[in-house]
C-alpha cells in the first residue's frame, strides 16, 4: 500500500472503502481509490465460502450482471443471493484485484451460518437494515440535507461528484461518509437490525486474520453502514462470544446470472435500486452522459413507430440541463432526464414513457457466467439441452410458436413441460395467435434467477431433466389425493413426454377412477384424459389404456350426470354448467380418438334429459338445450319450443334468466346465433319487456352479466335490431311474435347490387366482365 494513504484508514489499520453495494458513483469512487492506494490485498463483503469461485470473475465469458447463488445442501430452497452489476463497487474491487495479480476474499458471516438463521434475509440498501425493518441510513441523511428524496440526494452528494471536479484525495469521499455513518450508528445503534452485531464480528475476525498474513496494507470494501463496526476496537474473545453457537447447514455455491430487473428495488432485492438501467449507462459511458442517453431513448421510441427527431433529441438534453440547474443540481439526473422525455419525444404522455422506464431506465439485460461454474447435474443436462434446441435464457418476456410437426419444435415443446412439471417455470403455456390445430403450441418465455434455484431444489429427483421429470411423475401419482389430480398428471406426463412414468400414473388412475363414486369428480377428470388422448395422437405416444379408462368415465358420467344436476343452488347451478361444458367437450373428443360406439348418441340423451326437466336449474337446461342444437340434434323449431316455455310467465324471473344466460350467454357464443335468428330474438325481447318491474331488479345483474359479455359490434347489432321498433318485424303464421328490426320480406333490389360484387370475389367474373 503507498506509504501516508489518507482516507478512512485507521493509522496503522486497513483501509475501509464504505459504498452503497450498487452505485456508479461509488464504483468509480473505489476504483479511483484503488488505483491510488494499490493495497496488498482486498477483502470484500460477501460469503468467505465463495473465495473459490472468485477467480471465475476474470473469465472471459462472465458478463455482469450476475450474483452469487448459496443455497443449502439438504433444503436447495433455502437460499440466498449476493447479487453484482458492472457498476457494483463489489465486483469493481474484484476485477481490479484479479487484473492486478492481487489477493481478493470475501468477507461477512458465513453462508452456512447466515442461511440457517431463520430470520436471514438478503442485505439491506448500503448494507444496513433492510427497506421496511428498521432505519434507512440514506434518508436520515438526505433529510438532515433538506432532501425530499434519499435517490436524489445520493446522486448529487456521490454519483455527480465528477461534476465539481474529482477531489485531490480519492479516498476523501469515504472519510466523509464513514463519519456521517458513525454519527447515525452512535444515535441508532443497531439501526433495527441486531443481527448486524455478529455480521460484524465475524467480519472483524475475518479482518483479523488477513491482517496477519498481509499485514496493513489492505482495503475493504463494504457497506458504509459496516465501517464504523470494523474500526471498533473490539477484542477477539468478544467477537467469537457473538458468534458461540449459532446454528450452521451444509452449503454449495456457484455463480449464476442476474437480471437488472431483479437489482430495481421493487422487484423484491432487498438491496436494489429503482434505476439500474440508467446506473449502467452512467458508469458505462466514457463521456456526454445525457446525450448518449437522449439518443438511446430516442432509438427506443423509433422503434415503435413514434416520430423522434434529432431535433428533438438537440432539445431534450437542453431542457434537461436547464432543469438542472433550475433546481440547482449538480448535474442532470434520471428526474431531469425523465422529465425532459416526456416533454419533448412523448409529448407530455405517460404512455410511452413507461416503455422508457421498462426498456431503458430498468432494462432487461441478463448476465451470463462461464460453463465452468459449479453446477447441480440437473443445469448442466439443461445447459446442453438448451444449447442443443438453440433455447437460449433471456430476461425479456418474448412469445414462442411450436409446430409440433417439426422435431425441434416437439423437443423444445417437451423439455418446457417436464420444466413445469419439475417446478421451473421458465415458459407459461398461452393460446396462441395461429392455428388453433393441435400440432400448434404457443408459450410465453422469461427467465428469473430464481429459477436457479428452482432447478436445485429438483436436483433431488435426477440428474437430467428426462429422469427427473419421470420420477417426479411417478411420485405425484403415488401421492395424488383426487382423481382430477391424477389425470391432470396424465396429460402433463403426455405433453411432456414421459413414456416410463406412463405406466405407474394410469395405475393410480385406474384406481382412483374405481373407488370414486362422485360424479362431480368423474367430470372433472374426464377433459383431461379426452386432451390427453388427442396430445397422444399428435405426439406419437401409444393411449390404448388410456382410452379405455376414458370411456368408461364417459359412460359412469352419462348414468351419473342427470341426478346430479337436480336441486342445485345457484352457485352449484353454475359448476354443474362448466362440468356439462367439459364433458360435452370431452365426449367428442373422445369419439374421434377412440373407438367409443354409442357414447355420442348416449351423451345427447343426457343433455335431452336435462333440458327438460323441470327441476334442473335454468342456467343448465339452456346450455344443454344450446348443446343439442349447434350439434344437429335439436330442430331450431323444438328450441323454439323450450325457449317459449323456460320464459312464459309462469317460470320465476331469476329461473328464465338463468335458462337465457346458459342458453345465449358468451360461454356459448349466443350473442350471434341472437344476431341470424330472428325467432329467438323476438322470444328473448318478448319476455324482457314482460318482466314486471317489481322483479326486474332481481334478474338484472345476471342480465348484466350475460349480454355484457358479448362483443361490441354484437351488441351494437342487436341494439340495432331492437331499436327499430315494433311494426317493421316479418309477420308469421307459427305464433312466435315478429321481432322488431327484421324486415318483413326478401329486398330483391338491395340483393341484386350485391351480386356483381359477390362474384368478383369468388373469382366468377373479372373486373371488366363485372363492370360490363
Known amino acids: ?61 462472465m458478463r455482469p450482471p450476475v450474483a452469487l447463488l448459496a443455497h443449502a445442501l439438504d433444503d436447495p430452497g433455502r437460499a440466498a443471493f449476493w447479487p453484482m452489476a458492472d457498476f457494483s463497487p463489489e465486483w469493481v474491487a474484484i476485477r481490479w484485484a484479479s487484473a492486478q495479480g492481487v489477493p481478493v476474499r470475501f468477507v461477512d458471516l458465513p453462508a452456512a451460518h447466515s442461511l440457517a438463521l431463520a430470520d436471514q434475509r438478503e442485505d439491506g440498501p448500503d448494507g444496513g437494515p433492510e427497506e421496511g425493518r428498521g432505519i434507512d441510513p440514506i434518508g436520515i441523511l438526505a433529510g438532515a440535507a433538506g ?96 458468534l458461540k ?15 437488472h430487473r431483479r437489482l430495481a428495488r421493487h422487484s423484491g432485492c432487498g438491496a436494489g435500486i429503482e434505476s439500474p438501467g440508467w446506473y449502467g449507462h452512467l458508469f458505462g459511458v466514457p463521456d456526454l452522459p445525457v446525450e448518449r442517453w437522449m439518443t438511446k431513448v430516442a432509438g427506443l421510441l423509433r422503434d415503435t413507430d413514434r416520430a423522434v ?259 342445485l343452488d345457484a352457485d352449484a347451478a353454475a359448476e354443474a354448467r362448466r362440468r356439462v361444458d367439459g364433458v360435452h367437450t370431452a365426449i367428442g373428443l373422445l369419439a374421434d380418438a377412440v373407438r367409443a360406439e354409442g357414447l355420442p348418441e348416449r351423451w345427447a340423451g343426457v343433455l335431452r334429459k336435462l333440458s327438460a326437466r323441470d327441476t334442473v336449474a335454468g342456467v343448465i337446461r339452456g346450455r344443454a338445450t344450446r348443446l343439442l342444437l349447434d350439434d344437429g340434434r335439436l330442430a331450431e323449431s323444438e328450441a323454439a319450443r323450450l325457449m317459449g316455455l323456460a320464459l312464459s310467465p309462469g317460470t320465476a324471473p331469476p329461473d328464465a334468466a338463468g335458462w337465457i344466460e346458459g342458453f345465449v350467454g358468451e360461454a356459448a357464443g349466443g350473442g350471434l346465433l341472437l344476431v341470424h335468428d330472428e325467432r329467438l330474438l323476438g322470444l328473448v325481447d318478448s319476455w324482457l319487456t314482460g318482466i314486471p318491474a317489481d322483479t326486474f331488479p332481481d334478474v338484472l345483474p345476471l342480465l348484466r352479466r350475460t349480454f355484457s359479455a358479448y362483443e361490441p359490434g354484437v351488441r351494437r347489432t342487436l341494439g340495432e335490431l331492437v331499436r327499430r321498433g315494433p311494426g317493421r318485424g316479418r309477420a308469421r303464421g307459427d305464433g312466435v311474435p315478429a321481432t322488431p328490426g327484421f324486415g318483413e320480406g326478401l329486398d330483391e333490389e338491395r340483393a341484386d347490387a350485391v351480386v356483381p360484387v359477390l362474384r368478383l370475389l369468388l373469382g366468377l367474373d373479372t373486373p371488366a366482365r363485372a363492370s360490363g
Not at 170 to 176: E, K, L, Q, R
Not at 222 to 231: E, K
Open 245 to 259: 453457537g449459532i446454528p450452521k447447514v451444509r452449503t454449495e455455491l456457484t455463480w449464476v446470472p442476474w437480471t
Open 309 to 567: 427527431s434529432s431535433a428533438d433529441v438537440i432539445e431534450a438534453v437542453r431542457l434537461a440541463g436547464t432543469l438542472a440547474a433550475l433546481r440547482d443540481r449538480p448535474a442532470v439526473g434520471l428526474a431531469e432526464a425523465t422529465d425532459a422525455v416526456r416533454a419533448v419525444m412523448c409529448e407530455g404522455s405517460d404512455v410511452p414513457l413507461a416503455l422508457v422506464r421498462d426498456r431503458l431506465v430498468v432494462g432487461e439485460i441478463l448476465g451470463e457466467v462461464p460453463d465452468t461454474a459449479p453446477a447441480v447435474p440437473l443445469q448442466r443436462d439443461l445447459d446442453r439441452q438448451q444449447r442443443t434446441l438453440r433455447l437460449r435464457p433471456e430476461a425479456e418476456r418474448r412469445e414462442l410458436e411450436l409446430d409440433l410437426r417439426k422435431d425441434t419444435d416437439a423437443a423444445r415443446s417437451r423439455l418446457l413441460h417436464r420444466l413445469r412439471l419439475l417446478g421451473v417455470d421458465w415458459g407459461e403455456p398461452t393460446a396462441g395467435r395461429g392455428s388453433t390445430g393441435t400440432f400448434r403450441e404457443s408459450w410465453r418465455l422469461r427467465w428469473e434467477p430464481e429459477l436457479f434455484v428452482r432447478i436445485a431444489e429438483a436436483g433431488v429427483w435426477g440428474t437430467t431433466v428426462l429422469g427427473a421429470a419421470t420420477a417426479r411423475a411417478e411420485a405425484d401419482a403415488l401421492s395424488a389425493s383426487s382423481l382430477a389430480g391424477v389425470t391432470a398428471l396424465a396429460e402433463r406426463c403426455l405433453l411432456a413426454g414421459l413414456p416410463e412414468a406412463l405406466p405407474v400414473v394410469m395405475r393410480a388412475l385406474s384406481d382412483r377412477a374405481a373407488l370414486d363414486a362422485d360424479v362431480g369428480h368423474l367430470a372433472d377428470a374426464l377433459p383431461a384424459l379426452a386432451r390427453s388422448l388427442r396430445y397422444g395422437d399428435v405426439r406419437s405416444t401409444g393411449t390404448a389404456a388410456l382410452g379405455e379408462v376414458a370411456v368408461g368415465l364417459a359412460e359412469r358420467v352419462c348414468v351419473g350426470l342427470p341426478p346430479a344436476c337436480t336441486g
Open 1 to 61: 500500500m503507498t506509504p501516508g494513504a489518507g482516507g478512512t484508514a485507521a493509522p496503522g489499520g486497513p483501509l475501509l472503502l464504505g459504498v452503497r453495494h450498487h452505485g456508479p458513483g461509488s464504483a468509480r469512487a473505489v476504483l479511483a481509490a484503488l488505483e491510488s492506494v494499490r493495497p496488498d490485498a482486498v477483502l470484500v463483503e460477501g460469503p468467505p465460502e465463495g473465495d473459490a469461485l472468485l477467480p471465475l470473475a476474470a473469465h472471459g465469458r
Open 147 to 242: 432532501y425530499d428524496d434519499p435517490e436524489r440526494w445520493w446522486e448529487d452528494v456521490v454519483e455527480h461528484r465528477a461534476a465539481d471536479g474529482r477531489p485531490a484525495d480519492p479516498c476523501a469521499p469515504f472519510a466523509a461518509l464513514a463519519e456521517a455513518m458513525t454519527a447515525l450508528r452512535e444515535t441508532y445503534g443497531d439501526g433495527g437490525h441486531p443481527q448486524d452485531a455478529v455480521r460484524e464480528a465475524a467480519m472483524r475476525l475475518q479482518l483479523r486474520a488477513a491482517r496477519k498474513e498481509f499485514g496493513d496494507g489492505i482495503a475493504v470494501v463494504c457497506g458504509a453502514w459496516h465501517v464504523p463496526a470494523l474500526r471498533a476496537g473490539t477484542t477477539v474473545a468478544a467477537d467469537r462470544a457473538l
